[in-house]
């Protein structure tokens, strides 16, 4: 069998981290899964994955060529992409995660480079900051986009580059709707928005973990009247329900059609939060992560990016 294929099984172990989802991403049955495995770990001579009914980890082994893999078909996509990209037309694949609350922003990124590059196929996904910063540290996302803030405390290289100022709004139903879409409200204080039934992500997702601190710095303390993991939650539970919400602004600007809502900017205190990509600092990008971060320091990209992120509320 193939050396890469191999590997690539490897890393679809980890990132599933169960043998029949593996097997299935990997386009193969799971028997076929589990021998390529055997035979890796005879042509290493060592075991990889603990054995059991299910999947329980790799052994010690296994996590070092879980890691080789990562690099070597690293260097195998780059490779790839410098023999079939021409001058000024990168070809290959793009991988960047997001976290929920920037989806609109990064959507919106993968857009205008695929416009701008239409060899690159970007691939976006939806993921928590530690999931993100695991990613880039193991090489299975070429970007992340999220709070830079949280960097500081990792000790892996990261280059960073800033995107715009993420503000807050209260997000609430109006008396009647608005034929010119979304309403822009009077300022609110924090204090007084948490008198209100709120809906608000859950507990584990870091953009609650802002819109905490800046509750408790008001001297207020909430209980939800709702809780979810999911961000077009927040809007729909406002839209269709009894209960106001706080957005960032990125999300306020997607939902600006909508003209049954108002948006307040929060303040007392204004809270801001940089957002910005997020890549490995490596010495040899891949033409298409060249590309991407070429556009993420364009000033046309940095305004369009300014102009959905909820300035208006600034």
């Known amino acids: ?12 172990l980890h990132e599933h981290k169960h043998f029949g989802r593996a097997a299935q991403a990997c386009h193969i049955s ?7 495995l055997r035979t890796l770990e005879e042509e290493f001579g060592t075991a990889i994955v603990k054995r059991g009914r299910v999947f329980e980890g790799f052994t010690p082994e296994g996590e070092q060529i879980f890691q080789a893999a990562q690099r070597i078909l690293h260097e195998q996509e780059r490779l790839k992409q410098e023999l079939k990209s ?3 037309s990168p070809q290959g694949t793009l991988r960047i995660g997001a976290v929920p609350s920037v989806m609109p ?8 480079l695929q416009a701008r590059h239409p060899g690159i196929l970007p691939i976006v996904r939806s993921m928590s900051s530690p999931d993100i910063e695991t990613g880039l540290e193991n090489l299975s996302l070429d970007m992340g986009l999220g709070y830079m803030e949280r960097l500081s405390r990792r000790r892996m290289p990261f280059q960073t580059l800033p995107q715009y100022t993420e503000h807050y709004f209260l997000l609430r139903r109006t008396a009647g709707p608005a ?3 979304m309403q822009i409200g009077s300022a609110w204080n924090w204090a007084d928005a948490a008198r209100l039934p709120l809906c608000l992500l859950t507990p584990e997702m870091h953009n609650r973990s802002i819109v905490d601190a800046a509750l408790a710095e008001a001297g207020a303390q909430v209980v939800p009247a709702m809780e ?10 406002v839209l269709d329900g009894q209960v106001c919400s706080i957005l960032p602004g990125a999300l306020v600007g997607a939902i600006r059609g909508f003209g049954e809502l108002e948006a307040a900017p929060l303040v007392s205190p204004t809270v801001t939060t940089p957002i910005g990509f997020m890549v490995l600092d490596m010495s040899r990008p891949t033409r298409a992560l060249s590309a991407a971060l070429a ?8 305004r369009h990016a300014s102009a959905h992120s909820g300035l208006l509320g600034a």
Request: net charge negative; proline share 4%; glycine share 4%.
């Open 1 to 12: 069998m193939n050396l890469f294929t191999s590997l690539r099984y490897v890393v679809a």
């Open 30 to 36: 799971q028997p076929a899964l589990s021998n390529a």
């Open 86 to 88: 021409a001058e000024g």
């Open 105 to 112: 922003i990064a959507a919106r990124f993968a857009a205008m």
């Open 179 to 181: 034929q010119a879409g």
């Open 228 to 237: 979810t993991d999911s961000v077009l939650a927040l809007a729909l539970s």
């Open 295 to 302: 556009l993420a320091q364009d000033p046309m990209w940095l």
